[in-house]
């Protein structure tokens, strides 16, 4: 194949696509709107699942590289109760299938993989348009541009790409998350770091929540759960970390120290995330010479798939890509016509998900959940 692949988003998706198809000796090159991989926090920790993530990561034959970055002890879970009542402790034994690592770290060994000049850092995108036959021009807020016959778009919830291919855009799920830290925990916020645990840990109540991670170098990671509209949080000065704490942790009232701990003694500014989706089962026409991987194809509400989803995106489209190399189409409709119920089905899961985490019988429904889950073969 001789035709050189032009990716939007150094992200999991994107990078696991450019690493598969340099192993096939397939040109490509990737543009990045961040100014270095080091630009920004990457995120926290992540669950990578045996059946998507895993299997993207042996395609892109990084298995080993994988396997040194994993957090032993993370896939400990526990369920608690708003008053700190212990009501599912599941230990970490070493056989579950979804090991945890941190994003920066497993996105490293991505970049790693790569040639050092595949990844063009601090290129801004700010349109496409398409040229005709399957060619598209992509213009970046520098002025430049690039020409290209195969373009994907690994950019994320608010893709500049996928206006080529369909008119839907991210709506609010009427849910959104409110993200702090507890630094040196064990030290400095003992209660906070005993009611987490080693792993994730879920304190839950109909519409909210305190969910947190036990992450490396003794950090909490917590996102904390609130089902309200926009213009509620807007109602919040979160540029006032102080104010912005204190009135997030008056909708946990009455809820146990260790547990509101981590929304008041956070070590960083509170930051809003609001939950945006696609409409289920999101999926558009063949549109000749481009296509979409990961959030920019289907994105959903947080339910631990994205970034696995993503990956598996990339590796399939890779290897679509490198079995049809002299009809590059077929590749792209292949690989869509698998992507497309696979997105809708991770989405569908998540829905019920998020019902388990904060419908009107949480925490109860997602223990019971976690108990059916122990006991399928």
């Known amino acids: 194949m001789n035709t050189h692949v032009t990716i939007v988003g150094a992200g999991l998706g994107g990078l696991t696509l450019a690493r598969v198809l340099y192993v096939h000796g397939i040109p490509v090159t990737v543009y990045e709107a961040e100014s270095s991989p080091m630009a920004r926090a990457q995120g926290g920790m992540l669950d990578i699942h045996d059946y998507n993530g895993q299997l993207a990561l042996e395609t892109a034959g990084l298995t080993e590289e994988f396997r040194g970055l994993i957090l032993e002890g993370r896939q400990a879970t526990r369920v608690l109760d708003r008053d700190g009542t212990v009501l599912f402790d599941q230990p970490d034994d070493g056989t579950g299938g979804r090991p945890e690592v941190q994003r920066g770290a497993l996105r490293q060994i991505l970049l790693d993989s790569l040639p050092a000049d595949t990844v063009r850092w601090n290129r801004k995108v700010s349109g496409v348009r398409a040229l005709g036959e399957g060619r598209h021009e992509v213009t970046f807020v520098d002025g430049g541009t690039v020409t290209t016959s195969l373009l994907v778009g690994a950019d994320g919830a608010w893709s500049r790409v996928r206006p080529l291919l369909s008119d839907a855009t991210p709506e609010y799920t ?204």
Do not use: C
């Open 174 to 377: 009427g849910r959104s998350f409110v993200e702090t830290y507890l630094y040196d925990a064990d030290t400095r916020h003992p209660a906070a770091a005993k009611a987490v645990g080693g792993g994730s840990m879920f304190a839950l109540a109909p519409g909210k929540g305190i969910q947190a991670h036990h992450e490396s170098g003794d950090t909490l990671h917590t996102y904390v759960a609130l089902t309200e509209s926009q213009d509620w949080f807007a109602t919040i000065d979160f540029t006032d970390s102080a104010a912005a704490a204190a009135r997030i942790v008056r909708e946990f009232d009455g809820w146990a120290p260790e547990l509101t701990a981590l929304i008041t003694d956070s070590d960083t500014a509170l930051v809003l995330r609001p939950l945006t989706a696609l409409p289920i089962g999101h999926g558009w026409d063949r549109v000749p010479g481009v296509t979409l991987l990961g959030d920019a194809a289907h994105l959903s509400a947080p339910n631990g798939e994205g970034a696995n989803l993503a990956m598996y995106d990339g590796a399939e489209l890779g290897k679509a890509l490198a079995a049809r190399p002299d009809d590059i189409e077929a590749a792209l409709t292949e690989y869509e016509q698998a992507m497309f119920p696979r997105g809708a089905e991770a989405a569908t899961d998540g829905t019920q998900l998020h019902e388990f985490l904060f419908g009107d019988n949480a925490p109860h429904s997602l223990v019971a959940a976690f108990l059916a889950d122990d006991q399928t073969p």
